[in-house]
């Protein structure tokens, strides 16, 4: 038997490593999982006062699971493939023993969780280590990352910018390395939009595809989760272990898990791809006009393409939107509207008063609007998009200049990201690491070819196109 | 204030008296922003032409 060694590989600071690098070193013995928990529970303790990503960090949990591993290592039994890697989950995961608070006041009274959302229970059951739950817009309804209850979480590259949301936290914690990999939602962008502004690479499966079960909903119609992490490889290791239908979903499609893992390193020969233009050649940023151009030429892609009536696309959605988190909140509104962040309580507010008729067309228009945009696949593989139509904005910021053109910054954020996952397509969003701060572009697949959108990522990585850069030092 | 102005607030006060809502005056023009915006959107997707016989997206599944 050989027993593990506590030396770090090559002497590396263990929160620089990626998940991957982690899982090797603990399998095979160079590393200890509980070495790992213990500079990830120090670098929390260093760095998240500052950065504000962490909510709750469940040390003792994550010190007994570490424990736990290097047992079973020492005794020869075999691990999963995440063995020993430290993660955390946005608030709005069930986490055994915490109220779910979702971001908000009034849900942290809330009895704590009975047991863990599906998606912790399968990364634990890949060997994964729950390290605690993250900050994020009150219940989800947010792209900024700001939150008046819990404070902003503050983007890892600019302490003094947003992260962008509502996954706040699951950015700043990933880009920040306080963590190597991060659970988020996205039900316009909340995965694609912290990715964005923290530069990261962050993946939003197909509508349908993993369980949503013992999390806090915002739109059944349109919530996806999903996650984030500083390296291609890391998101499909970990959405591997989390593929798998679950009952607690009645949107999870029954569909058998599609491993993508071993597909990364099948490069991008063969592949199509297209640029989105028209609508995502609007409103955009000089940064991601240059950022989509750099990962055109490295795909070697020329062609544009317009998807049909995207702002209508994304019309429908913002009323879709609004009107189920209107509808989910209505009692809560009734009974504590002052114990709401005032944005999001006036926009649930609106949300609820707006005409059945309208709500009908738009479910109407998202089933054309998806035949429509499906048969682009038919003669493309990917299409790539801008992912925010600007770097990560000031905290506090209200206005948005782009082309000399001021526009209410926290309507404009989800413009790209919006009739994406309106119809439920696979993205993953890559970073450009530009200076002084990065910037994310959407890689777009028909549903079910997480393959595609990560094989894409995967090559953009080995080419240095897309990089999750470093914070600064602190 | 316009006739079309007077109208959306006297639309937003019956519908928070119908929902069982309370809105303070001071929430009042952040509620009608938004609601406005959600009409305005809602609006371009309304103009949209489909046949009678086109489904939504959420089909129940029994």
Known sequence: MNQ????????ADVTTLTAAEIAQ??????????????????RIAKDNPLLNAFTDVTAERAINRARD???????GKPVGPLAGVPFAVKNLFDVKGLPTRAGSKI??????????????ERLE????????????????????????????SRNPHDTTRMTGGSSGGSGGAAAGQLVPLTLGSDTNGSIRVP???CGLFGLKPTYGRLPRTRSFP?????DHLGPLARSPRDLALSYDAMQGFDAGDGACVERPAEPVTSELGKGVAGLHVAIAGGYFRKGLCAEGIEAVARVARALGATQELELPEVARARAAAYVITTTEGGSLHLDRLRKRPQDFDPATRDRLIAGSMVPAPLVDKAQKFRRWYRARTLELFEKVDVIIAPATPCVAPKLGEQIIKIDGVEMPLRANIGIYTQPISFIGLPVAAVPVPLSPLPIGVQIIAAPWREDIVLRVA?????SGTAVAPSPPSR | MTADEDQLNTAIKAGAQMLGLTIEPAWMPSVRANLEVSLRLGKLVEEFPLPDDHEPASIFKA
């Open chain 1, 4 to 11: 593990p060694a506590s030396s770090k590989p090559d002497g």
């Open chain 1, 25 to 42: 070193g603990v399998a095979s013995g160079r590393l200890r999982a509980s070495t790992v928990v213990a500079d990830t529970l120090a």
């Open chain 1, 69 to 75: 591993i290097d047992t079973t290592i020492a005794a």
């Open chain 1, 107 to 120: 849900n942290r009274e809330l009895a704590p969780a009975a047991r863990d959302a599906v998606l912790i």
């Open chain 1, 125 to 152: 059951a890949a060997g994964a280590i729950l390290v605690g739950a993250l900050n994020m817009g009150e219940y989800a309804y947010d792209f900024t990352g700001e939150n008046v209850h819990d404070g902003p």
């Open chain 1, 195 to 197: 990715s964005s502004f």
């Open chain 1, 218 to 222: 915002f739109v059944f119609a349109l």
């Open chain 1, 458 to 462: 995967q090559h953009l990585a080995d």
